[in-house]
Nanobody, 122 residues
């Protein structure tokens, strides 16, 4: 059973930075994309960022472009989300995701992590 374990969430003041990581275990596929979604209280889960299997292609939600950076270490089966200039509206539960193809929506996700909380105070 594939498992995704996120880490790195926490509480930060507006303008601060946090880095999330997600490591996959029991994943045997060699070409898979990794991504991040988030769900704020009372809202739908939304796409944040994704990266393809090669690491050469990335996609971002408009709301995080220029502030968040996704990367991966394929050998470690780990993806990272560097979040800079955080805003209170970035407060949410952040979920790691793995899919067979480039992830841009929940329907493209094959596996989900349990989520890690990010809270940005004003």
């Amino acid at each position: 059973q594939v498992q995704l374990v996120e880490s790195g969430g926490g509480l930060v003041q507006a303008g601060g930075s946090l880095s999330l990581s997600c490591t996959a275990s029991m994943l045997t596929a060699h070409t898979y994309s990794m991504g991040w979604f988030r769900r704020a209280t009372g809202k739908e889960r939304e796409f944040v960022a994704s990266i393809d299997w090669s690491g050469d292609n990335t996609k971002y939600a408009d709301s995080v472009k220029g502030r968040f950076t996704i990367s991966r270490d394929t050998a470690k089966k780990t993806s990272y989300l560097q979040m800079n200039n955080l805003r209170p509206e970035d407060t949410a539960l952040y979920y790691c995701a793995v899919g067979a193809r480039m992830i841009v929506a929940p329907m493209g996700v094959g596996y989900w992590g349990q989520g890690t909380q990010v809270t940005v105070s004003s």
